[in-house]
Each structure stands twice: as C-alpha cells, then as structure tokens.
C-alpha cells in the first residue's frame, strides 16, 4: 500500500496545528465523495465521506468541506498527530456505477 | 471489526506466469472490486463484481484479467500471462451497498513480475 511517490505534494505541520488538505475532482456528475488515509504498506483507510446534497461534514477531528461550483473538496484535521502521517486520497463516485475514481494523493508529514 | 483480507501479502512471478490474488470481502457485503496502485501513482479502479457477474470494469481490466468468486467467502482476481507493467499493488474492497457507500479495503497484495 505504498504510495512512495517522488511527485506526491508533500504538506507538513507541526503536531498539534490544523491540517488542510485540498482536492480537485474532475466529474460535475460526482455525487458521492471519500477521503482516504493510506499508511506505508497497508490499504486505504475510509476516514470520511460527503453527498452532494451538502457542503460540510464533520467527523472526530476531521471536516471535509465541498465546494461544487469549483469542483473543490478539501479535508481539514484538527490538532494533527504524528499518527496522521499518511498520504491522504480523495475519491468520487458518481452513481451512475460503483467505482470510485481517485485522486492523486497528498503526503501529510507531522513533525513532532 | 470485520475487515477485508488479502493472500499473499506479497507474489513474485515470472513474466507470462498465471497469477491468482485472493481476498475474503466482509461477510454480509454483497459487492466486491478491485484496484491497483502502481508504485507512486494513483490508486485505480479495475472491476466491480456483484450477483457472481462483473457489473462495471475499466479500460484496464482486459482480456488477460478475470475475476471469480469460487465460493462463498473468495473473491479472486486472476492475471492469465504477467507483465512487467502488471507489477503494482492490487487491493480488493468490498462494500454493504451499491454506489454512494463506503468500500472497506483490503491490506493489498504486491505483485512483482520479473
């Protein structure tokens, strides 16, 4: 489950700062988006999901914002912790079948 | 808590070998996919699998994939003759429902093909 790309953005923060992590996705016809947590080595992990019915959604310690208008989708973690390094992929679907189409990916680094 | 699993962890094979990767999807789920993630890129979408038929696939999945679920627990993916282009992660997911809903994945099977 590695996504050890030379060309992932890369976003790093000091332990105990806000992150935001943005996204753009290429559908107007997506109604469905997914952010996942990738560690090293493992899948990605589901962290939070939003309908296009809505434009914020708050989970524990995570927001994920959506902006239709400019395609924009972002994800925002509060009082990041070392254990929220990852690299971080938004992912829409859009109900006309089941895939998901993902992003590229963005390397969050804490630095203690 | 339920969870997606993946065999092998790991597959070396030679070129123009049959492999088969092999996952368990969450008991109660009733739709299966798989992707790849080739090493720094993207996570991409292969096929999607329900009622023991493939329901939607990608320019990727050709000839050379097939996907079966022999029974009532695997679900597998199988490369008829590897290419050094098919070395990448594969990662089953399985999810309850259809469309706007969430996929649980699996730990990822790395394939590398010399």
């Known amino acids: 489950g590695e996504s050890v790309g030379l060309h992932l953005p890369t976003l790093s923060v000091q332990e105990g700062d806000n992150s935001i992590i943005n996204c753009a996705y290429s559908?107007?016809?997506?109604?469905?988006f997914i952010w996942y947590k990738q560690e090293s080595g493992k899948g990605p992990q589901f962290i939070i999901d939003?309908?296009?019915?809505?434009d914020k959604r708050q989970g524990q310690r995570v927001t994920v914002l959506l902006n239709k208008t400019v395609k924009h989708l972002s994800l925002q973690i509060a009082a990041t912790q070392p254990g929220d390094s990852a690299v971080y992929f938004c992912?829409?679907?859009?109900?006309?079948?089941?895939?998901?189409?993902f992003g590229g990916g963005t390397r969050l680094m804490v630095k203690p | 808590e339920p969870e997606v699993t993946q065999t092998p962890s790991h597959q070396v094979t030679q070129m123009g070998q049959e492999v088969i990767l092999r996952c368990v999807p969450i008991?109660?789920?009733?739709?299966f996919y798989w992707y790849r993630q080739i090493l720094g890129q993207k996570v991409e979408f292969l096929v999607s699998?329900?009622?023991?038929?493939?329901?939607?696939k990608s320019e990727i999945f050709d000839d050379q994939f097939s996907v079966e679920r022999p029974d009532g627990s695997n679900f597998t993916l199988k490369i008829r003759s590897t290419k050094l282009e098919d070395s990448a992660m594969y990662f089953c997911?399985?999810?309850?429902?259809?469309?706007?809903?969430?996929?649980?994945f699996g730990q990822g099977t790395r394939l590398t093909v010399v």
């Open positions: 997911a399985s999810s309850e429902l259809v469309g706007n809903t969430e996929a649980f």
């Open positions: 559908n107007s016809a997506s109604d469905y």
């Open positions: 939003i309908r296009s019915n809505m």
């Open positions: 992912a829409e679907n859009n109900n006309a079948g089941n895939m998901l189409t």
């Open positions: 008991s109660n789920h009733l739709y």
């Open positions: 699998f329900y009622n023991n038929e493939i329901s939607e």
